[in-house]
């Protein structure tokens, strides 16, 4: 995606972002209940040229 907000205290640079991740969701009849992600965080922050 492309950051249109500040993320992670830097403001956007109109670049896109790619990382890898999943998401599991958990449903209650048809009611989401309980949301679990992990994603690579590290990457993110590389592109975002907070980390090197």
Sequence with gaps: GT???ELG???P???KLEHKGVAIYY???DKVIKI???WDRF???KQLGIIS
Excluded: Y
């Design 3 to 5: 950051p249109i907000e």
């Design 9 to 11: 205290g830097v403001p």
């Design 27 to 29: 449903f209650d009849n």
């Design 13 to 15: 640079t109109g670049k």
């Design 43 to 45: 990457s993110v922050l």
């Design 36 to 38: 679990w992600d992990i």
